[in-house]
C-alpha cells in the first residue's frame, strides 16, 4: 500500500530556507484524484496544514504561511517537496506528508514525519 | 482563520465511553460535511479514524464513531481500551481560502 517519507536537514539557520522532500511508494503521485500535502506540528502542540500540491501543480496554501511557502511536485521521482523560507526559531516542528483527499479535505496515509529544528 | 476548539483533555474507565468535542463556526464544521478526526500515540504520526462527519475507513474499529450537532462535532470511543490512550485531533474544511484546520487537540487518558 502507499507509503510516504520525509526527507530533509534536521538543522535550518533563522533567516534560511527549510527544504523537505516527500518520497512515495507503493503508488503514485501522478493520480488525479488526489493532492498532495504538508502538515506540520511545533513540539508539545497541534497541528497546522502548511498547503498542498496536485500532480499538475496546482497548489493551495495556508493563508498564514503563503507569502513564505513553496511546493513543488516531481512525478518522475515520484515525489513532492516544500520550501519554507526565512524562518524562526517558531517554525521548529514535526513536518508530515500525506496523501490529501481533496473531495472533502482529509489526509492519509502520513509519513512518519521528520523533525527540523530552526537554531543557529 | 482560528483553530477549532477541542477540550485539552478527557478520560474514562475500561469498558466506558467517551465523547470528545470539536467546536467551530458555521464557516467551518456546521457549513459543510468534512469533519475528520485523527488519533495520535505518542512519537507516532497521526492516524485517520473520522471522515465526512460520520465515515470509518477500513480497519478502524466501529468503536469510534463520530457525528455532528450545529457548529459542533463529535468524536465518541465506546468499550475504551487501552490502546486508544492519545492524542486526537480533530479536522474541518473551512472555505475555499482557508481550505484546511485542525483542532488543538484532546488528549484522551484511560484509568
Known amino acids: 500500500q502507499l507509503q510516504l517519507q520525509e526527507s530533509g536537514p534536521g538543522l535550518v539557520k533563522p533567516s534560511e530556507t527549510l527544504s523537505l522532500t516527500c518520497t512515495a511508494s507503493g503508488g503514485s503521485i501522478s493520480s488525479s484524484s488526489y493532492y498532495w500535502g504538508w502538515i506540520r506540528q511545533p513540539p508539545g502542540k497541534g497541528l497546522e496544514w502548511i498547503g498542498s500540491i496536485h500532480y499538475s501543480g496546482s497548489t493551495y496554501y495556508n493563508p498564514s504561511l503563503k507569502s513564505r511557502v513553496t511546493i513543488s511536485v516531481d512525478t518522475s521521482r515520484n515525489q513532492f517537496s516544500l520550501k519554507l523560507s526565512s524562518v524562526t526559531v517558531a517554525d521548529t516542528a514535526v513536518y508530515y506528508c500525506?496523501?490529501?483527499?481533496?473531495?472533502?479535505?482529509?489526509?492519509?496515509?502520513w509519513g512518519q514525519g521528520t523533525l527540523v529544528t530552526v537554531s543557529s | 482563520q482560528s483553530a477549532l476548539t477541542q477540550p485539552p483533555s478527557a478520560s474514562g474507565s475500561p469498558g466506558q465511553s467517551v465523547t470528545i468535542s470539536c467546536t467551530g463556526t458555521s464557516s467551518d464544521v456546521g457549513g459543510y460535511n468534512y469533519v475528520s478526526w485523527y488519533q495520535q500515540h505518542p512519537g507516532k504520526a497521526p492516524k485517520l479514524l473520522i471522515y465526512?462527519?460520520?465515515k470509518r475507513p477500513s480497519g478502524v474499529p466501529d468503536r469510534f464513531s463520530g457525528s455532528r450537532s450545529g457548529n459542533t462535532a463529535s468524536l465518541t470511543v465506546s468499550g475504551l481500551q487501552a490502546e486508544d490512550e492519545a492524542d486526537y485531533y480533530c479536522?474541518?474544511?473551512?472555505?475555499?481560502?482557508?481550505?484546511?484546520?485542525f483542532g488543538g487537540g484532546t488528549k484522551l487518558t484511560v484509568l
Open positions: 479536522s474541518s474544511y473551512a472555505g475555499s481560502n482557508n481550505r484546511v484546520i
Open positions: 500525506a496523501r490529501h483527499i481533496p473531495s472533502s479535505d482529509w489526509f492519509d496515509p
Open positions: 465526512d462527519v460520520t
